[in-house]
């Protein structure tokens, strides 16, 4: 950059006022500022530019790598894939073969149990059963008659209720 001290700018304006003349050295120097701040406005211009460029090269070149290292990765599950679905395969293969040569000796003399319509029927009679049970509770009326707890009472409740000489004195509190 241009080193200019106050001297110097003084003896630039001095110089100017000389050549110029007084009645046109404002105008000079309005003109002179608005072409040096156009000069920094272009030169911000081309660096933001500039740098908006080198920022997308180097973005595209980040997209390019993510996508070949995603199908690196898609190719690699392919193949991993395809090597286990072959060996499920053959394991299946030689299951059946172990399969069919017992089966071969026993003489297919293995019963499969057929449940019939009545078994069912009772199966899903109980089923329906328990989980009635399980579901429904118990009816007002029945806990009425036979005594039972209609709502949880805490402790502190509880030992209120059944303390001996509460009946006589009033149910206002203390403060």
């Given at each position: ?5 106050l001297s110097?700018?003084?003896?630039i304006g ?7 003349g007084?009645?046109k ?6 003109m002179a500022?608005?072409?040096y701040?156009?000069a920094?406005?272009y030169?911000h211009?081309v ?6 460029e ?7 070149n980040?997209h390019k790598d ?8 898609k ?7 395809s090597?286990f ?6 394991h299946?293969?030689?299951v059946e073969a172990?399969?069919d040569d017992?089966?071969a000796?026993?003489g ?7 449940p ?5 029927d009772?199966?899903?009679?109980d089923?329906r059963?328990?989980?009635l049970v ?13 005594g039972?707890?209609r709502?949880v009472m ?6 209120r ?9 009033s149910?206002s509190?203390?403060?």
């Amino acid at each position: 950059m241009i080193d200019l001290g106050l001297s110097k700018i003084a003896i630039i304006g001095v110089v100017a006022l000389i050549v110029i003349g007084p009645e046109k050295l404002p105008k000079v120097a309005r003109m002179a500022g608005t072409l040096y701040g156009r000069a920094q406005r272009y030169l911000h211009d081309v660096k933001s530019e500039v740098s908006r460029e080198i920022e997308l090269d180097e973005l595209r070149n980040l997209h390019k790598d993510v996508q070949e290292r995603a199908q690196s990765f898609k190719s690699e599950v392919e193949s991993a894939t395809s090597d286990f679905e072959s060996s499920v395969t053959s394991h299946v293969d030689e299951v059946e073969a172990l399969w069919d040569d017992r089966t071969a000796h026993d003489g297919g003399g293995a019963t499969t149990v057929t449940p019939t319509v009545a078994d069912i029927d009772r199966k899903a009679k109980d089923f329906r059963r328990k989980k009635l049970v399980r579901t429904s509770s118990v009816p007002a009326w029945y806990k009425n008659r036979h005594g039972t707890k209609r709502h949880v009472m805490s402790g502190a409740a509880r030992v209120r209720k059944f303390r001996p000489g509460s009946a006589g004195k009033s149910n206002s509190s203390f403060f």
